[in-house]
């Protein structure tokens, strides 16, 4: 598997007698960036340094102006980031401290909260608003689709009975049989869509929330590395570095609460439906 990985024959070029030829005449199976990005991915796996240091970012930054991996060394008891450039002329060639990239981090998360306590308090009021009206038409929902599974099990009863009553033929008897039970395991599945949806929308917006206006203190408060990596790979996409800076792009629900927390637009929303929505698309 390795040898594959590291084989640039699939890239377009290949290598003969020592001497890298870059420009080869057959065509490519794969991309040279997509080709480059593995070695890159390789040659970290395989270095040790892994297994000597622990970087909070490893893996979840990518330069902001090619979009090559941010890498991490460790020089004088500081870890240091940067882009990997390989075979680019990129002009992202400054190192930047983990110390630094975490306090801009921190101000990230922070950007995300809600400094208007009472736009805090309506947005919850709105959530649960919206939680009672979705609550009632899934049971709603329920009521008519358990009704209506009731009324075909009555006709597969009666199916039955003609059947052994000899008023309708064994073929028409399997032609019905089979289109009733089809509609019953298609309410069944719709029931079931019904029960799990009732379950967990509420619950995924307001957390969101929730995390969203505390992901700052509970970030700061983790003690360990993995920890904080996985709050990162939940409320972002992806994180990009350019001129020292992070450019996050938030998930669908948390970029929604740091746009409206930036500029304050909470109340427009008027439909609290809709409020719990946008928070549910993540």
């Known amino acids: ?3 594959l990985l590291t084989d640039c024959f699939y890239c377009g070029e290949f290598v003969w007698q020592g001497k890298h030829y870059p420009d080869a005449k057959h065509p490519p199976l794969i991309s040279k960036e997509l080709f480059y990005r593995v070695q890159e991915r390789i040659k970290r796996k395989l270095t040790g340094k892994y ?3 622990s970087f909070l970012f490893k893996d979840l930054i990518e330069c902001g102006e090619c979009g090559r991996s941010v890498i991490a060394d460790t ?3 500081h870890n240091y ?5 390989f075979n ?3 002009s992202q060639r400054k190192y930047i401290r983990e110390e630094v990239l975490e306090t801009q981090m921190v101000s990230l998360f922070e950007s995300l909260e809600v400094k208007n306590t009472r736009i805090v308090e309506w947005i919850r ?3 649960k608003e919206s939680h009672s009206q979705e609550a009632e038409y899934h049971n709603n929902t329920l009521g008519e689709l358990n009704r209506q599974y009731s009324l075909i099990q009555k006709r597969l009863d009666a199916l039955y009975d003609d059947k052994l009553d000899e008023k309708i033929t064994q073929e028409t008897y399997d032609k019905n049989f089979q289109r009733y039970t089809k509609e019953q395991d298609s309410i069944l599945d719709a029931i079931q ?3 799990e949806a009732n379950v967990s929308y509420f619950e995924l917006g307001s957390k969101i929330f929730e995390l969203s206006q505390k992901a700052r203190q509970i970030y700061e408060e983790m003690a360990t590395a993995e920890e904080k990596r996985s709050l990162l790979g939940f409320v972002f996409s992806n994180l990009y570095l350019k001129d020292k800076k992070l450019v996050p792009v938030y998930k669908n629900a948390f970029q929604l609460v740091a746009e409206r927390a930036k500029n304050g637009n909470w109340l427009p929303i008027k439909n609290s439906n809709k409020l719990l929505k946008l928070f549910y698309q993540t």
């Open 1 to 3: 598997m390795h040898k």
């Open 193 to 195: 869509h019904h029960k």
């Open 125 to 127: 009021k709105a959530l």
């Open 88 to 90: 680019t002329n990129c």
């Open 81 to 85: 980031y940067y882009c990997t450039r």
């Open 75 to 77: 020089k004088k008891g």
């Open 51 to 53: 297994r000597k240091h």
